[in-house]
């Protein structure tokens, strides 16, 4: 008999507890999916630790899926029951808890739940949710990118006027902002560290810079120099006071008023703001709930990019060992720090 065994965080910087629950049924618009692969972000151990963004406990954490679905809606059309899927989730995006990924069951919107193609395994489709979906709302929503409006349409002129340059190129969120900036016709420059350039390279970046150099911020600027364009969309995957420090110093040195930053953290108090570019935050959750959006990405650009390998999940995964049971131990080394990588397990 099938069973759903989930993570619980009963308080605040608790560890996860295995608890069984019931099985969650679908709401008209969600798939319920049987997880046979999760993806731990570093946004999880921050949840854990700091509360954040945690209305109430028990909280299951986690947001990346990929599985079998197990039930679906009464409108759902794109899905039936068996159908091989990848999606993001989230408790507070569906307004329970039934919702978080660490869990044998989990549901999602199916506007942001995708086809897995047979050619990737579950770990691999795992990667992909959350750093896809908020590399698109930092461009999309954040710096006000035009998004095609059909994958066989051409990217919008006006998104190949400038640079994009993407802080943390290597990290998951990173990763995949090179990769849809490369889509859009975007010329991209990124940073990461030394031994990751080759890598943020194949992925579409026309230079990568080492974000521990003490002349980062010349570095930068030549290589902005280098491509002929202004430097117009900063997207830092990282947010944080050592990534955002170069950045600043970047924007004011060129004097971009016409830049704008996005972030995936609140902004370090300790940081002076650029003085003329715009700081914009990055939420995933408004973007997701945009159909229009949400469907060409979850339906169009990921499906066929995978398929055809124009699109890679991205960064290499890492299996960790002990299925639900080895999660707080998953999120205790990522908090100590992962680079380049993403943490996936395999569920029972």
């Known amino acids: 008999m099938a069973t ?11 560890d996860l507890v295995l608890q069984e629950r019931p099985i969650p049924k679908p709401n008209a618009d969600e798939v319920v999916v049987r997880n046979h692969a999760l993806a731990l972000n570093p946004v999880d151990w ?5 509360g954040y963004a945690i209305d109430s406990y028990p909280e299951i954490l986690g947001s990346d899926i990929a599985g079998i679905v197990a039930d679906v809606g009464s409108s759902v059309t794109k ?3 068996g159908d091989r899927v990848l999606a993001w989730t989230s408790s507070r995006f569906i307004g329970r808890i039934d919702g978080g ?3 044998t069951y989990s549901v999602a919107r199916e506007t942001v739940t995708s086809p897995l193609p047979d050619n990737l395994s579950f770990e691999q489709g795992a990667v992909v949710p959350l750093g896809i979906l908020t590399a698109a709302a930092a461009l999309f929503d954040s710096l006000g990118i035009p998004a095609p409006p059909t994958s066989s349409s051409s990217s919008p002129a006006a998104a190949k006027d400038g640079v994009l340059l993407v802080s943390g190129g ?8 090179v990769q849809l900036g490369r889509r859009l016709g975007l010329t991209v420059i990124a940073t990461a560290s030394k031994q990751h350039h080759e890598y943020v390279r194949s992925l579409g970046a026309t230079a990568v810079v080492d974000y521990h150099s003490p002349t980062v911020v010349e570095d930068l600027a030549a290589a902005v120099a280098q491509t002929g364009k202004p430097l117009v969309h900063v997207y830092d995957a990282i947010s944080e006071a050592s990534s955002l420090k170069p950045i600043v110093a970047l924007l004011d040195k060129a004097g971009a008023k016409d830049a704008k930053l996005a972030v995936v953290l609140p902004w370090p108090e300790a940081v002076p703001k650029p003085a003329s570019a715009a700081v914009v935050q990055v939420l995933a959750t408004p973007f997701a709930s945009k159909a229009t959006t949400a469907n060409w990405l979850f ?3 990921i499906p066929s990019g995978l398929k055809d390998g124009s699109f890679v999940p991205s960064p290499k995964l890492e299996l960790l060992d002990g299925g639900l049971g080895g999660l707080q131990a998953g999120l205790n080394k990522l908090k100590a720090g992962v680079s380049a990588r993403k943490l996936v397990l395999k569920v029972d």
């Open 79 to 81: 899905f039936k029951k």
């Open 101 to 103: 990924a660490f869990q």
């Open 170 to 177: 290597s990290s998951s969120v990173g990763s995949n902002g």
């Open 46 to 50: 921050k949840k854990q630790s700091w």
């Open 299 to 301: 339906k169009e650009f």
């Open 4 to 14: 759903n065994v989930a993570a619980l965080l009963l308080e605040p910087q608790a």
